[in-house]
């Protein structure tokens, strides 16, 4: 039988623990899908979907030995991966990273698109809180195939995936009616001129709503590149 050999980088410090645990390929990006809640094998496999199916599950055997994912059942779902404790702690990290990464993003490539966890990330790095809006805003989001709903309130951040082929949300009985502010389509050329500012760029449509709206999202959610915080020197 085939023993695992550890990874290690042979240092004694938290930057290399870190990386033996999370940093293999696709690792992180397993995390920041799960950031969005549990998946089904199928799930995190759907939407990664150039991982070979022989990676995903080493990642996720490595990730669970590291303590960043547990398997639990989940009524009519059986088995799914969540993060532990552990896990959510790197969200922070994932959302740094997810800020310095859209400096560097350029152009699309003809085979890359924005996937569904992937565009909720962004959103959640691009959040500004605002807590003179108390009041919910409801925001829908169309990039290609996917969609996302995202309510606004103050400091608080709601991004729900819609559409027939998305994963259904836990019920919210408390979650008031919000009626829709703003409706976007948007290419993913559109987006990045979205979340920089670049409210009137090509590849921004606007489905429903008005310009007020559409200034009221710019502000809540902006990404540009002098919002990654230089280190300290």
């Known amino acids: 039988m085939a023993v695992r050999q550890a990874r290690g980088f042979g240092q004694y410090g938290g930057a290399a623990r870190?990386?033996?645990?999370?940093?293999?390929?696709?690792a992180l990006l397993v995390v920041r899908d799960l950031l969005a809640g549990p998946r089904r094998y199928t799930d995190l496999k759907a939407g990664l979907p150039r991982i070979p199916?022989?990676?995903?599950?080493?990642?996720?055997?490595?990730?669970?030995?590291?303590?960043?994912?547990?398997?639990?059942?989940?009524?009519?779902?059986?088995?799914?991966?969540?993060?532990?404790?552990?896990?959510?702690?790197?969200?922070?990290?994932?959302?740094?990273?997810?800020?310095?990464?859209w400096a560097q993003l350029g152009e699309p490539g003809d085979d890359e698109a924005v996937t569904r966890d992937g565009l909720a990330s962004a959103l959640r790095a691009a959040f500004r809180a605002d807590a003179s809006e108390p009041a919910p805003v409801r925001t829908v989001l169309r990039v290609g195939e996917v969609a996302v709903?995202?309510?606004?309130?103050?400091?608080?951040?709601?991004?729900?995936?819609?559409?027939?082929?998305?994963?259904?949300?836990?019920?919210?009985?408390?979650?008031?009616?919000?009626?829709?502010?703003?409706?976007l389509d948007l290419?993913?050329?559109?987006?990045?001129?979205?979340?920089?500012?670049?409210?009137d760029a090509a590849g921004i449509r606007v489905i429903s709503g008005d310009p007020g709206a559409l200034a009221a999202f710019r502000a809540r959610f902006r990404?540009?590149?002098?919002?990654?915080?230089?280190?300290?020197g």
Do not use: F, H
């Open 18 to 26: 870190a990386l033996e645990r999370v940093g293999e390929r696709w």
């Open 149 to 183: 709903a995202v309510t606004t309130a103050g400091d608080d951040l709601d991004v729900v995936p819609i559409g027939d082929d998305a994963l259904p949300q836990p019920l919210r009985p408390d979650a008031p009616e919000v009626e829709t502010a703003l409706e």
């Open 187 to 199: 290419d993913p050329q559109g987006l990045r001129a979205l979340l920089a500012g670049e409210a």
């Open 223 to 232: 990404m540009q590149a002098d919002d990654v915080d230089p280190a300290a």
């Open 53 to 101: 199916t022989n990676i995903l599950s080493d990642r996720l055997k490595e990730l669970q030995e590291a303590g960043v994912v547990r398997r639990v059942p989940i009524a009519r779902c059986g088995l799914v991966y969540e993060l532990t404790d552990a896990g959510r702690d790197l969200a922070p990290v994932v959302t740094a990273l997810e800020r310095w990464g």
